[in-house]
């Protein structure tokens, strides 16, 4: 029998700086997680070598940043992120934002962080 998930009962956990993740699906081809980052946080530089990314916006207003671009996404926008793509979110705004983050295969060890940003 198949349960439902949601923020009340998935996996969670804090990243960054006070942002939080609930984990929605997680095998080895794919990662679905539901995100928050409150106003003025934001992630890391980064890349993935495997994995093809898709963020799609719930609330808020997402800043984008990926391969020299600057994106701002608002809600019911996405954004598709290919594997190898240097990027990041962030959370410009003065309301909290959330996401889904679509990933496939996994990121799990399959995260490259780069200085500075």
């Not at 679905?32 to 963020?55: D, G, N, S, Y």
């Not at 994106?71 to 926008?77: E, G, R, T």
Request: glycine residues 6%; negative net charge.
């Amino acid at each position: 029998m198949n349960a439902k998930i949601n923020k009340e009962n998935a996996l969670g956990y804090v990243w960054g700086e006070a942002c939080f993740s609930w984990v929605l699906a997680d095998s080895k081809e794919l990662s679905i997680k539901q995100e928050v980052m409150p106003a003025h946080t934001k992630e890391q530089w980064h890349f993935h070598e495997l994995a093809t990314q898709f963020f799609y916006i719930l609330k808020g207003q997402a800043t984008f940043y990926l391969e020299g671009e600057v994106l701002v996404l608002n809600p019911n926008d996405g954004i598709p992120v290919g594997n190898t793509k240097k990027h990041y979110i962030a959370n410009e705004g003065i309301e909290d934002l959330e996401f889904l983050v679509i990933s496939e295969p996994n990121t799990q060890q399959d995260r490259i962080n780069i200085e500075g940003n």
